[in-house]
């Protein structure tokens, strides 16, 4: 089966600016997580859908950062206006059912962002 | 609140010999557990995962790792190890009482050499 999708693989952007990330997950799954991956870190979660509603959304920077899932697929993360701290590796990971929390998370590549 | 810890940043091992990789853990409930991998330039990939039932749990490309609940720990372990191996390990834990947040730990480099 496809793994998950992520586009693009890098990006660099200067501080101020606006940047959005696109991730498609795997066929059929409900879940789909963003993570952030800061150098030296474990991913940390940001947000959180089941199918097109956010189930936990409680570590992303609202300010600042929005993500959608319009049709319970394919979704967006953006951020709008970037700091320099946000330079790090998106990951997007996608499962079978939330609430089964023993299945295992299936991720993408990742989007490596670097902020000037 | 839940935690995860990898105490070492890296480990080295030479090819051929066991390998362990430690992580502990820290929740108000009943664990969740699981081992990742992440080679360069990819995403993480599962490794295996503790829910319930025997301690010692079999996942992929010969890992296996030992949930001890008298410790709170749950150390990756191979008998043997391959150059192949090298990547980083991120152990993760969830707990199944609470919030069901995942939380992953900063990571282990492991290094097999030749």
């Known amino acids: 089966e496809a793994g998950v999708a992520q586009s693009p693989r890098y990006k660099i952007i200067e501080k101020r600016q606006s940047v959005a990330f696109w991730c498609n997950p795997i066929?059929?799954?409900?879940?789909l997580y963003w993570y952030q991956q800061i150098l030296g870190q474990g991913p940390k979660l940001l947000i959180q859908?089941?199918?097109?509603?956010?189930?936990?959304d409680s570590q992303l920077p609202k300010d600042r950062f929005s993500a959608e899932r319009l049709k319970g697929v394919d979704s967006t993360l953006k951020i709008q206006p970037a700091k320099l701290e946000d330079s790090a590796v998106y990951l997007c990971?996608?499962?079978?059912?939330?609430?089964?929390?023993?299945?295992?998370?299936?991720f993408g590549p990742g989007t490596r962002l670097t902020v000037l | 609140a839940q935690s995860v810890a990898q105490p070492e940043d890296q480990v080295n091992v030479a090819e051929g010999n066991p390998l362990t990789v430690k992580c502990t853990y820290s929740?108000?409930?009943?664990?969740?557990l699981f081992w990742y991998v992440q080679y360069p330039n990819r995403g993480l990939q599962f490794l295996l995962k503790?829910?319930?039932?025997?301690?010692l749990v079999k996942g992929s490309y010969g890992f296996e790792a030992e949930f001890n609940k008298s410790q709170t720990s749950f150390h990756l372990k191979k008998p043997s190890a391959l150059v192949s191996d090298s990547a980083l390990y991120f152990c993760?834990?969830?707990?199944?009482?609470?919030?069901?947040?995942?939380?992953f730990g900063k990571g282990t480099r492991l290094h097999i050499l030749p």
């Open positions: 993760a834990v969830r707990d199944v009482n609470r919030d069901d947040k995942i939380i």
């Open positions: 859908f089941q199918n097109n509603g956010v189930v936990d």
């Open positions: 503790y829910i319930t039932g025997d301690n």
């Open positions: 929740v108000s409930g009943n664990p969740y």
């Open positions: 066929s059929g799954h409900a879940t």
């Open positions: 990971a996608s499962s079978l059912v939330e609430r089964e929390a023993y299945n295992e998370q299936f």
